[in-house]
């Protein structure tokens, strides 16, 4: 018997070697965790080593990195993963990122890439001093680019867990030219007026899943936006922030597409929005096949939004013929409370209006008690409203 135990034992050790991970540690290639020195040599010969053996890099807890602008390139063998348990902080001059303002943290085409923090992992964006330049902010200031945190772009197969992501320059976490990415279980905050500090942007992709988060920040909890299809976004907490947004679309007369998107059991709490859909006069394409179901509002500003008259600048966008097309619509048990009387606002174009949208089983009460309207302008093929529409145009 004791022989026969230890055959066993043995062969399941045997199967760990066979298939465990190889890791590489950043601190074997000269990283030091003190929160002074920037590491960005370490990390790119750690990476260098994961990307061509299929192993795992990982970022030692307990500890604070320091990262210039760095790009983790691909092609890599499969089971190329970056663990992070510690804390990866970007560097706080923006100085350093002259030859490119706009990215910090980069994941270039890789395919299979696992991103993970077991829980206790943080990518800190450092974003104080980007927002202070903002001119959102101070508007004397001339309106300038700042980083996204971290971007993937073309990282098909993509997984990101468990990780959160603080105090972006501009937005934190963006999936740019990817198919098939999971996130699941991040955490997303920045303080409620940073500017422009988006949590998840979708832009491109396709196939992509996004659950069990939370997002706190200054911008859209989740922005959607043109080429991505087939989204879905489930087990959501919001807020503070803009909500979740479908857009913005069609700006400088461009084209966009959007479609297949379902945003199920979320959780909006004192956002500005709560469920948008955003576009700029004079664009074409469509955003369509798109539902919103089983979310819960608390004293949300605008919880059911379409605009597509939309203009984000300070002097009023010129009047255009041309729209994207908004079509194939759901909203399905929504319930809560409305900061605004007009819990429903469905600001469609005269030329290119709203078609087939279904209202239902949404009960939005006025905060601290009382009834709220839906106003509801250029909509064909509405089913049944609630609150009545109170505008015309609606059909």
């Given amino acids: ?74 092609p890599c063998k499969p089971n190329t ?38 829980g206790i992992g943080i990518i800190n964006g450092n974003g104080k001093k980007w927002w202070k330049k903002s001119c959102k902010v101070n508007k004397t200031l001339p309106c300038t680019d700042a980083p996204t945190a971290v971007t993937f772009y073309q990282c098909n197969n993509l997984s990101v867990t468990k990780l959160s992501f603080l105090n972006s320059q501009k937005m934190h976490l963006s999936i740019e030219n990817c198919v098939n990415a999971r996130l699941s279980g ?9 500017p422009n500090t ?15 988060t939370y997002i706190g920040t200054g911008d859209d909890c989740i ?18 922030g803009h909500g979740i947004s479908i857009g913005s679309l069609g700006d400088s007369n461009s084209r966009a597409e959007v479609s297949n998107v379902v945003v199920d059991r979320a959780k909006l709490i004192g956002t500005t929005n709560g469920v948008r ?14 539902e919103f179901k089983n979310i819960e509002m608390r004293n949300v500003s605008n919880p059911i939004i379409i605009d597509q008259n939309y203009c984000d600048q300070q002097e009023p966008c010129p009047e255009q013929k041309s729209a994207v097309e908004i079509s194939n619509l759901v909203y399905h048990h ?8 007009v819990a429903i606002n469905f600001d469609c174009s005269k030329t290119v ?43």
Wanted: hydrophobic share 35%; charged share 15%; net charge neutral.
């Fill in 1 to 74: 018997m004791p022989i026969l135990l230890i055959s066993i034992i043995l062969i399941i050790l045997s199967l760990g070697v066979c298939f465990g991970y190889t890791t590489v540690n950043v601190d074997d290639y000269g990283a030091i965790p003190n929160d002074i020195k920037e590491d960005n040599e370490a990390f790119q010969k750690a990476w260098n080593e994961a990307c061509s053996k299929g192993a795992v890099l990982v970022v030692p807890k307990n500890g604070i990195y320091r990262l210039k602008p760095i790009t983790f390139s691909g």
């Fill in 334 to 341: 929504i319930t809560g409370t409305s900061a605004s009387e």
């Fill in 277 to 290: 859909i955003k576009t700029y006069q004079g664009g074409s394409g469509y955003a369509r096949f798109i």
């Fill in 223 to 240: 922005s959607i936006e043109s080429g991505s299809s087939n989204v879905k976004v489930q087990d959501i907490t919001c807020g503070p």
């Fill in 186 to 194: 991040l955490y997303v905050i920045a303080p409620e007026h940073s």
């Fill in 81 to 118: 993963a970056f663990m992070v348990y510690g804390t990866v902080k970007a560097w706080p001059r923006p100085s350093a990122y002259k030859k490119d303002p706009t990215h910090w943290i980069r994941f270039n085409g890789i395919s299979g890439l696992r991103v993970g923090g077991g």
């Fill in 353 to 395: 209006p709203c078609r087939n949208v279904h209202v239902e089983n949404v009960t939005l009460e006025a905060e601290g008690g009382g009834q709220t309207i839906a106003s509801c302008a250029n909509v064909v093929n509405a089913s049944s409203l609630f609150p009545q529409c109170q505008s015309q145009g609606h059909q």
């Fill in 198 to 212: 988006d949590g998840i942007h979708v832009t491109s992709s396709r196939n992509v899943d996004i659950s069990h």
